[in-house]
């Protein structure tokens, strides 16, 4: 069973930390979104034709998971 905390505020405090972590995780999904149609649109431009459809996206999001790496980093 869980526990409930019956101080006043915590619960509230508690939904606003989940709700700050939503919103973070979301922009996170968005920023590797656009990397990866950034990282896509250069592929193309070099390699068009070259590789399935799959193949191609996969290699994106590749990139884009290596700048949001890297950009943790700094």
Excluded at 9 to 18: D, I, K, N
Excluded at 21 to 35: K, N, V, Y
Excluded at 37 to 66: C, E, H, N
């Amino acid at each position: 069973l869980a526990s409930h905390d019956t101080r006043p505020g915590l619960g509230a405090q508690a939904g606003a930390v989940r709700h700050r972590q939503a919103i973070e995780d979301a922009e996170r999904r968005e920023l590797r979104d656009w990397f990866a149609g950034q990282a896509l649109a250069g592929i193309l431009a070099q390699t068009a034709g070259v590789g399935t459809f799959s193949a191609v996206a996969r290699d994106a999001y590749r990139y884009a998971d290596a700048m949001l790496a890297e950009r943790s980093r700094s």
